[in-house]
């Protein structure tokens, strides 16, 4: 079995400061792990994945995430933070192999100061 | 616009009531699937589907059924045995094989009264 820890719930930022929201994950097997975002009452939206291949993984919105598999971290990065960018984001990692359900972190709150 | 809705947004619940959570989409997705989201809590999976008339249990489904007639569709149903049931519920969508990506409706928050 998986699982994902988010060690940061909230995480304050100036606009257009850099900021790295951490996610370590657990599992015995190779995994997929992936970085979902969601707005104020509404659904979860696919920021990124990491299934194969480069471990510096881009994805929308100018974030980007690096898969290290020796820590065990797939943490969250943008060099520069908008006022749009204020949600909450959740870690997830889901086993290799077959049908496998996908475990989510507890979320981090980034909440961008003017 | 393909996509995956979810009706109502809002629903309130009287003790000992039964209450259904509507799921359409028309991704052509053959995976559905049901979380709950409570806050500090992250997304935790009740029912998931891979095919019509075939559902399994997920992390927390004591209190809920579900029922997955048609490929569009995955109605949850929190019973009168949930003891508590206000949360947002999230549900999502994916191809088979493809569980990594999962594509989610814009939620429904269900409140007791």
Known sequence: ????????????VFEE??????????????????????YPN????????????STLVKGINGFEAEFNKSQTSFHLRKPSV????TAEYFCAVSD??????????????????? | DGGITQSPKYLFRKEGQNVTLSCEQNLNHDAMYWY???????????????IVNDFQKGDIAEGYSVSREKKESFPLTVTSAQKNPT???LCASSIVGYQETQYFGPGTRLLVL
């Open chain 1, 17 to 38: 400061a850099p900021v790295e929201l951490r996610c370590n994950y657990s599992s015995s097997v190779s995994v997929y792990l992936f970085w979902y975002v969601q």
């Open chain 2, 36 to 50: 709950r989201q409570d806050p500090g809590q992250g997304l935790r999976l009740i029912y998931y589907s891979q």
């Open chain 2, 87 to 89: 949360a947002f519920y």
């Open chain 1, 42 to 53: 509404q659904g979860l939206q696919l920021l990124l994945k990491y299934l194969s291949g």
């Open chain 1, 96 to 114: 290799r192999g077959g049908y496998q359900k996908v475990t989510f972190g507890t979320g981090t709150k980034l909440q961008v100061i003017p």
């Open chain 1, 82 to 85: 908008h006022i749009s960018d």
């Open chain 1, 1 to 12: 079995a998986q699982s994902v820890t988010q060690l940061d719930s909230q995480v304050p």
